[in-house]
């Protein structure tokens, strides 16, 4: 039986996991499983990232190098663009990409090309496990046939998995083995070893019955962000209208402690889960007649965040009596989240290309951005590549308006506002004392 096989492999640490996809979630994965003794192989198609992991170099925040280096040092890891090491491999874990066409349906070509090169040199006895976000029928409708395909019969000769991945980059307090794991297998014997696999680097493992539930449970608690963050964003507009400070509102109704959960207003979502995962449901949901009506809301409003944005720099500016057209405007952080380097769907990106499109003259300033391009297709604006400023003085005094996109810790807040004149910040950045005895003239979402 596989299922024996495999479990004493895992048991003893003699089997070997190979990795699909070294990114933010594929690197984290395998640098815990080599840590724990496992030989891991990691897969990628691109070779600076191989080389980079190879020389102990981690482009990841939440890997550090020293750990990296420890790992290529006992042996236990390599990265590699040949596939055909997927033989070796005992386990293997597909951690692609899942974006969106143009036209927002799912853009599956990673995890058919993973497969593919699965399908191409997979054996008898091995444990495939899908991580990459998707629609609930993935793993049982795309990748199960392809290995029924090649004449390989499901607990016989493999088992097949999806396990979501719930990675929080930047986040000191859960990582990879205190994040309790979903698992669900199209097999019981599947969902058995997936589980006791997991069980060996993540402290606490949950099966489901089937991949499908897995699945759902993954764009369950995304599209439960993305409405939560799109009803945080309508509450924002609401309170600015009605004149009342939002963020003290949403810390006041926090207190409750019980049947409340913040969610805090912003400039837009960003990153490669929350802006796009609640569509991978609805076009699922739509295959089936059904459409999912409050992603579409959510989406509506958490995609217009950049546009309002643009309007409250548009009205501060109408204040001190200058137009948007001319204006010289620095945006203060743009990756999508505090204190990283993603700009993966970033908003501040399109707050920038509306700035752009009205004739103001924009810079930035991010300590994690080096450069910014502007190749997405929403791109409305002049598509200039933008370069990271340095927080001068002379930058300072000299824009028109900052507009605060992402609240990195390490920026000089007091100076920002005693320096500027005028701040428009839609991260509650600039604390009540900063606001008091700022000279700066303050906008907040
Ligand atoms: N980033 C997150 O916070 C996060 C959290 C949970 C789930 N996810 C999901 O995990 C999956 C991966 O996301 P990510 O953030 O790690 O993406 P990523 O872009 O950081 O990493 C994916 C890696 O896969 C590589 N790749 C692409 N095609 C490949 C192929 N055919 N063979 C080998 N390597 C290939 C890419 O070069 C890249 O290095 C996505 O489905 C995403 O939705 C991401």
Redesign the pocket.
């Known amino acids: 039986m596989i299922k024996e096989e495999l479990k004493k492999k895992i048991s003893d640490k003699t089997a070997c996991i190979g990795v699909?996809?070294?990114?933010?979630?594929?690197l984290p994965l395998i640098v815990e499983f080599a840590l724990k003794g496992y030989r891991g192989i990691g897969?990628?198609?691109?070779t600076k990232?191989t080389a980079e992991i190879n020389k102990g170099h981690s482009y990841i925040v939440d890997v550090t190098s020293e750990n990296l280096k420890k790992c290529l040092d006992t042996g236990k890891l390599k990265a590699t663009t040949d596939f055909s090491q997927l033989n070796e491999c005992d386990v293997i874990v597909i951690?692609?990409?899942?974006p969106l066409r143009k036209t927002k349906d799912p853009d599956m070509s990673?995890i058919l090309?993973?497969g593919g090169?699965i399908q191409k040199y997979a054996r008898r006895g091995q444990l495939i496990i899908l991580?990459?976000?998707?629609y609930p029928g993935t793993t049982d409708e795309i990748l199960l046939p392809m290995f029924e395909e090649k004449g390989l019969k499901l607990d016989a000769d493999f088992l097949l998995a999806f396990s979501?991945?719930?990675?929080?980059?930047g986040n000191p307090q859960y990582q990879t083995h205190n994040i309790p794991k979903v698992v669900g297998g199209v097999t019981k014997d599947s969902t058995e070893v997936a589980a006791f696999l997991y069980s060996q680097v993540v402290n606490h493992v949950h099966s489901v019955s089937s991949a499908r539930v897995a699945e759902a449970a993954k764009l369950w608690e995304n599209t439960f962000r993305a409405i939560n963050i799109g009803m945080a964003n309508e509450m924002a507009k609401v309170c600015n209208a009605l004149g009342i400070d939002s963020w003290e509102v949403v810390k006041a109704a926090a207190t409750k402690p019980f049947g409340f959960m913040p969610f805090f207003p912003g400039p837009g979502i960003g990153?490669?889960?929350i802006p796009?995962?609640p569509h991978y449901l609805s076009w699922k949901a739509r295959q089936h007649g059904f459409d999912s009506q409050f992603i579409t809301l959510a989406e509506q409003i958490n995609s217009g965040m950049p546009k309002y944005v643009a309007g409250l720099v548009r009205d501060a500016l109408n204040e001190s009596e200058k137009s948007v057209k001319g204006a010289k405007i620095l945006i203060l952080g743009v990756a999508y989240k505090k204190d990283i380097d993603d700009m993966r769907e970033s908003p501040a990106l399109s707050v920038i290309d509306l700035l752009r499109s009205r004739g103001a003259e924009v810079v930035y300033h991010d300590p994690f951005v080096p450069e910014v391009t502007f190749d997405h297709a929403y791109t409305i604006g002049s598509g200039e590549p933008l370069f990271n400023a340095e927080l001068t003085d002379d930058l300072l005094k000299s824009s028109d308006c900052v507009v605060i996109c992402t609240e990195h810790s390490n920026v000089d807040y007091p100076r920002v506002c005693k320096l500027s004149k005028v701040v428009v910040d839609t991260r509650n950045a600039l604390d009540e004392t900063l606001r008091s005895g700022s000279k700066a003239k303050i906008v907040r979402l």
């Open positions: 699909i996809g070294l990114g933010y979630v594929g897969f990628e198609v691109d990232k951690c692609v990409p899942t990673f090309a993973a090169e991580e990459s976000t998707t979501p991945e719930r990675v929080d980059p990153g490669h889960c796009l995962d």
